[in-house]
């Protein structure tokens, strides 16, 4: 069983849809991060939210902490091929990160 | 580019054989993580060092082991290795010992034990 679950596990889209992508826990967090990860690559941090309900904005993509520290969710907005990648959500236990299984999004032109 | 550099790229190897994998962290970064991707376990962190001591373990099997070395740089040892530890192992780099510090991760090794 996995601390952290993402769904979903694979989305497959077109061009300039929206698309939301979850990552639920039934433990609390003190913070989690949203990486990115293209093939070939290690994962990059895309962004690290910290307070319950706490929403940041990266361009096109907003980030959400739930309001009980427990999930998150990753939304973009007008999806572009260039936005093809696994993304993984991970959050500090016992001071380590754990990583949840990755979304795996392909946007087709 | 992370700054982080890994060798070798690709190793294909056969079973009960040893390896070793090698990670050059930032310039700065005292602290090196060990991860481990694989299709159905995820990303797990295996193992960190700071400034050449462990800080910190994952789910680290006794056949592999780690070590960080003075120039910073770190290597993981794999032994007698098995089907199933056919994966791809990342290292990472902060320049702290805290789980808050922003962790880069290299380019990966890819692992195959034949």
């Known amino acids: 069983t996995q601390l952290l679950e993402q769904s979903p596990q694979f989305l497959s889209i077109q061009e300039g849809e929206n698309l939301t992508v979850y990552c639920n826990s039934s433990?609390?967090?003190?913070?989690l991060q949203w990486y990115r990860q293209e093939p070939g690559e290690g994962p990059v941090l895309l962004v690290t939210v910290v307070t319950g309900g706490e929403v940041k904005k990266l361009k096109r993509l907003t980030f959400q902490f739930g309001d009980a520290r427990k999930d998150s969710s990753l939304h973009i907005t007008a999806a572009q091929p260039g936005d093809t990648g696994l993304y993984l959500c991970a959050g500090v236990r016992g001071g380590k990160l754990i990583f949840g299984q990755g979304t795996e999004l392909s946007v087709k032109p | 580019d992370s700054g982080v550099t890994q060798t070798p790229k690709h190793l294909i190897t056969a079973t009960g054989q040893r390896v070793t994998l090698r990670c050059s962290p930032r310039s700065g970064d005292l602290s090196v993580y060990w991860y481990q991707q694989s299709l159905d376990q995820g990303l797990q962190f295996l193992i960190q060092y700071y400034n050449g001591e462990e800080r910190a373990k994952g789910n680290i099997l006794e056949r592999f082991s780690a070590q960080q070395f003075p120039d910073l740089h770190s290597e993981l040892n794999l032994s007698s290795l098995e089907l199933g530890d056919s994966a791809l192992y990342f290292c990472a780099s902060s320049v702290g010992q805290a789980y808050y510090n922003e962790q880069f991760f290299g380019p990966g090794t890819r692992l195959t034990v034949l």
């Open positions: 433990s609390v967090f003190s913070s």
